[in-house]
């Protein structure tokens, strides 16, 4: 599979799809920028009046509802809406599920819309699962991600997307294959919306890439092993926030292939 995950990565450099983020205003700068170094073009819109014309002109879509209000709430929905008419895959990332009641409705609301893929730490997706015996620290983890796999099971099964538990240990899990990553830096944890750039350069190769489950392993690893080089030459999560730019867009296959830690 190494060799697949690296042919995945250049299929995204070379048809650099563009992706529609409807994201949180903390991480919008981060996010554009992680899709750019990874060859990917990135658009921010939650205007109502545009979200039918912007799935028709983008590629794939990314919802995280990081900083919610119920104007963007009806963006997403719009944008789903349009997405699935024009077979646009869409990720959701379900920042800071479980901490309000407010939250967890929309979350219900927008599972049921089907996205491919689900993101997030292993206290989200065990609060999605309604699993939940953890807290949730803000946006933070509370759990381990080996501790939200049978809920990532559990959502894979109830709406056939690709689960992907992000920690210490990545796990991907969809009906075709179950892997964990043991790649990544915890300095990583140090800077804010790292999780997110993750889902929208998740969304940027389910654009490309049919094989879901291999899309959300080749995107995951990326990101992972991009930090995990760069914070080898780091002071502290200031310059290896630049650092991790440049490696995702400077990384050679010879990097990726010998950094790359995966166990099926």
Not at 36 to 47: F, T
Not at 102 to 111: G, N, P, Q
Not at 113 to 134: C, D, F, Q, V, Y
Not at 175 to 194: A, W
Request: charged content about 20%; hydrophobic content about 45%; overall charge negative.
């Amino acid at each position: 599979m190494k060799e697949k995950l690296w042919n995945h990565i250049t299929t995204v450099r070379k048809q650099s799809p563009l992706v529609h983020n409807i994201t949180n205003y903390v991480v919008m700068n981060n996010t554009a920028n992680a899709l750019l170094a990874i060859g990917a073009s990135p658009i921010m819109s939650h205007a109502h009046e545009e979200m039918v014309a912007m799935q028709q002109i983008c590629n794939s879509l990314v919802i995280n509802i990081g900083t919610l209000d119920t104007y963007w709430v009806k963006s997403m929905h719009l944008a789903i809406e349009a997405a699935n008419k024009n077979k646009n895959p869409w990720v959701l990332d379900p920042v800071g599920a479980g901490a309000t009641p407010f939250r967890d409705e929309v979350l219900s609301e927008l599972l049921n819309l089907k996205p491919i893929a689900i993101r997030g730490n292993a206290s989200e997706i065990l609060a999605l699962a309604k699993h939940n015996k953890t807290q949730t620290k803000g946006v933070d983890s509370t759990a381990s991600s080996l501790d939200a796999i049978d809920a990532a099971r559990f959502l894979n099964k109830q709406y056939n997307a690709v689960v992907i538990i992000s920690g210490e240990t990545d796990v991907i899990v969809s009906d075709e294959l179950e892997v964990k990553l043991n790649n990544g830096n915890l300095l990583m944890t140090k800077i804010t919306g790292m999780g997110c750039s993750a889902s929208a350069i998740l969304a940027a190769f389910l654009a490309v890439i049919p094989e879901s489950a291999e899309a959300a392993v080749a995107a995951t690893a990326l990101i992972s092993i991009a930090g995990e080089i760069s914070a080898k030459s780091c002071d502290g999560p200031g310059s290896l926030q630049v650092s991790i730019l440049d490696k995702l867009h400077s990384i050679t296959e010879n990097e990726f292939l010998k950094h790359l830690k995966i166990e099926n």
